[in-house]
């Protein structure tokens, strides 16, 4: 199977900047997609960002998008996520996932991947 661990989650002021990467490890050959996701407390996980491994496909959801950018080093087999101008609403865990679809409504969906990482937390005050 694949192996996701995230890192790089903290607490931060409103306005600040942070990034968390999702290093990939095991039978990564077959996965086609890698999405990142959130879950605030007595909240159902959303989606995030995503982004076919191969090629320069992404997705971001309209809370995010012009502040989160997601990105790939397949050298080191990692998956970041750029995330600027954070306010209170981002607060929550964040994980990354492995999936095999990358159409846009597949990669968007938490029903579409297997594979997901522990979680990372990420608290913003304001």
């Known amino acids: 199977q694949v192996q996701l661990v995230e890192s790089g989650g903290g607490s931060v002021q409103a306005g600040d900047s942070l990034t968390l990467s999702c290093q990939v490890s095991?039978?990564?050959?077959?996965?086609?997609?890698y999405g990142w996701f959130r879950q605030a407390p007595g909240k159902e996980r959303e989606f995030v960002a995503a982004?076919?491994?191969?090629?320069?496909?992404?997705y971001y959801a309209d809370s995010v998008k012009g502040r989160f950018t997601i990105s790939r080093d397949s050298a080191k087999n990692t998956v970041s996520l750029q995330m600027n101008s954070l306010k209170p609403t981002d607060t929550g865990v964040y994980y990354c996932?492995?999936?095999?679809?990358?159409?846009?409504?597949?990669?968007?969906?938490?029903?579409?991947?297997?594979?997901w990482g522990q979680g990372t937390q990420v608290t913003v005050s304001s």
């Open positions: 996932a492995a999936g095999t679809s990358i159409d846009r409504i597949s990669m968007m969906s938490t029903k579409t991947y297997a594979n």
């Open positions: 095991g039978r990564i050959y077959s996965t086609l997609s």
């Open positions: 982004r076919a491994w191969r090629g320069g496909v992404t």
